[in-house]
């Protein structure tokens, strides 16, 4: 089958023949129907991931199940599938213990190198252990759920990383309560799945933050109370102006940057939770003040694919999709084929779409 392989770090993706090796215990292949790409994906290809080269990216997607491995007890042959950019093993310490969105498998099973297969010869891993940006894939089960089978593919390619990411920030993690002020740093695909997922939970007003202009109409045509620009007004003192002086009840990041982080630890109030979920290089550092970090009460919290529990949270937030709550259309701006794939990348490089979609 074909797949779209990075060769070495910085380079564009090759479309090669790519033979996958028999599914092993706890594994399935897939016949991949749709991949969401996201800004992670492109970083990964410019040596984030820390996989070797040559290997297949992509990691939130869906597909169905053509074949399982011994042991297989998620999925079925036939099942339509979505994957996360997380994992859920339902065995490790954190899984047992009410946080699988630090799953042993996140890092300890996909940071490390993955053969799938061989092209011309040549081992090719799976890039942060999925691999998608290929007709087929070989998963370990442990990053899929099943999910209906009606669902459109590309819907179902969002669920695992904007989606889950950004609902799942909103609901399980900072728990955004009926009423609460929520303000959200950033409008690309995460932030907007997070102005959805307020919307979803009561806030009583949603202010997004966002540079690019662009992102700001979309944020206002899905109905976003305020849409701020960061380079026409000091939007801390805005916020604080919109909530009588306090700042918000809930501030989420979703930027990518560090500035982004230090600015959604001052725009929350006192005893206020701060939700930080950008993937950032390895060694990054953010200067923190002292007295937010203490006497301020603040709450801040990281979120791995939204709180992380893939069983529970991909399925029911593809069924709000199937009865409406949810929509598509406005945050997939545009498809490409498989043959098309480094032109995806340079679109979600330069920011020109919110989210584009692979149909290998």
Request: charged letters at 20%.
């Amino acid at each position: 089958m074909r797949a779209a392989v990075l060769p070495a770090y910085g380079e564009t993706m090759e479309i090669r023949d790519l033979t996958l090796r028999e599914p092993g215990p706890g594994e399935v292949i897939v016949d991949v129907d749709a991949v969401a790409v996201c800004l992670t994906d492109v970083l990964g290809s410019e040596g984030l991931t820390m996989v070797p080269a040559p290997f297949v990216g992509g990691h939130s997607g869906t597909g169905i199940v053509r074949e399982i491995g011994e042991g297989v007890t998620r999925v079925k042959v036939g099942d339509r599938i979505a994957t996360a950019g997380g994992a859920q093993c339902t065995l490790c310490h954190a899984c047992t213990h009410g946080t699988p969105a630090a799953c042993d498998h996140i890092f300890g099973g996909m940071v490390p190198p993955r053969v799938i297969g061989q092209a011309g010869g040549v081992d090719i891993n799976a890039e942060g252990g999925v691999g998608l940006f290929a007709e087929q894939a070989l998963l370990r089960e442990t990053v899929l759920a099943p999910i209906p089978a009606d669902l459109p593919p590309v819907a179902a390619s969002m669920l695992g990383c904007g989606v889950i990411g950004g609902l799942g920030a909103v609901l399980n993690v900072a728990r955004v309560r009926l009423g609460d002020t929520v303000v959200i740093v950033g409008a690309g695909h995460l932030g907007l799945w997070m102005l959805r997922g307020a919307q979803i939970a009561g806030a009583s007003t949603v202010t997004v933050i966002e540079s690019l202009e662009g992102r700001r109409k979309t944020a206002a045509a899905l109905g976003a109370d305020h849409v701020l620009d960061p380079a026409e007004v000091d939007v801390v003192q805005a916020v604080r102006d919109l909530t009588n002086g306090r700042g918000a009840d809930v501030a989420l990041e979703a930027a990518g940057t560090g500035s982004g982080i230090e600015l959604a630890a001052q725009l929350s109030r006192g005893g206020g939770t701060v939700v930080y979920t950008s993937m950032a290089w390895p060694g990054d550092t953010v200067p923190m003040p002292t007295l937010d970090l203490t006497v301020s009460a603040k709450r801040f919290l990281s979120s791995q694919s939204g709180g992380g529990d893939l069983l529970r949270d991909l399925p029911a937030y593809a069924q709000l999709f199937r009865d409406g709550t949810l929509d598509a259309d406005v945050i997939a701006e545009k498809t490409f084929t498989l043959e098309q794939i480094n032109d995806a990348f340079e679109t979600a490089r330069r920011r020109e779409v919110l989210t584009g979609v692979v149909l290998p």
